[in-house]
DNA sequence: AATCATGTATCATTACAAGTTACATGATTC
DNA sequence: GAATCATGTAACTTGTAATGATACATGATT
């Protein structure tokens, strides 16, 4: 199975639009994720339905982030994702006769239910703010100061 | 991705094991778990090589278990099987030069740490005698008796 | 009217468990 | 010791879902 990579990836643009002070395009957003800008929309399609981003279109369009960073939380985003299938690991088909496989599947599933929880749990505790306060932490052991690095799309030659 | 139903199968297969007062071939068990013969021994070659089963060749030969089912963990099965990638979910490339997307892809690592940890937690709490219980528990409650489903497959016909 | 940017559909690509086939090797039976 | 049974293992195909890529319609701006 390949792996789901949608949801570090949108952590990643919307870190990169609260820097921004105008519209991002998908295309730029695609060349900061390494990727397409098909795929930025089609990721971030959820993220506006949810409210967490606008985008416009035309002249001067693209992305804007919609809400603080403080008022989002990953779980938010996870859910806006669809809240994509988390495991690789199955607990098999629940529609069995054979009272063994019934137990099997059973307990695999609990194992995958609690770890679910403790997943989400740990989702929602955290918002795109203590990200941003994250990225500002590295920025600062390499000495680097995080405003130099903000900058408005509109003006890239 | 496709899911890796391996664990359940295991699982499954191994209250058959226990069931069982002979040896069972790659082909019985591949029936009971709606598979091939193949996959059953690619399947088990983790276990075996862990000490959970043995298998022989020949006549009269198959798999058998190598310890009571008390003995054995769910954690021990899972690592028994190569410890398969437990999460669809990605957290990026850990090898990023964006300062933003090391910060997204952390947050995102440490949400699946934690999952894995329970996971993997309540895989050590769990033993196949557990499991077994949990089956004579499912007979019962349909009025079955379990001891009438023991058999020895040297006496299929 | 031309250009820019999103919205969306479609097809190709990739990765990996699982299904499948085939055959060598070893054990048992006769 | 030849036939048969069963595992061990390699090689190939299949199924599936995210991702990559391309194309085009639609709406906004200049």
Redesign the interface.
């Known amino acids: 199975?390949?792996?789901?990579?949608r949801?570090?990836?949108v952590?990643?643009a919307l870190?990169?639009l609260d820097?921004m002070t105008g519209p991002a395009t998908s295309d730029l957003l695609a060349g900061?994720l390494n990727t397409n800008a098909a795929v930025v929309r089609r990721t971030m399609a959820g993220l506006r339905d949810q409210g967490f981003v606008t985008s416009t279109k035309g002249h001067g369009g693209g992305w804007v982030l919609a809400k603080p960073l403080s008022e989002i939380t990953?779980a938010g985003i996870y859910d806006a994702l669809g809240a994509?299938?988390?495991?690789?690991?199955?607990?098999?088909n629940e529609e069995s006769h054979?009272?063994?496989?019934?137990?099997?599947?059973?307990?695999?599933a609990?194992?995958?239910r609690?770890?679910?929880?403790?997943?989400l749990s740990?989702?929602s505790a955290?918002t795109m703010a203590?990200?941003?306060r994250?990225?500002e932490t590295?920025?600062k052991e390499?000495g680097l100061n995080p405003d130099d690095y903000r900058f408005d799309a509109s003006k890239i030659p």
Do not use: W
Not at 1 to 5: A, E, K, P
């Open positions: 199975m390949r792996q789901d990579n949801m570090p990836r952590l990643h870190l990169h820097q900061m990953l994509p299938k988390l495991f690789a690991l199955g607990c098999g054979c009272l063994m496989e019934q137990a099997a599947n059973a307990a695999t609990e194992a995958l609690v770890a679910s929880e403790t997943f740990a989702l955290i203590d990200l941003a994250d990225y590295r920025m390499l």
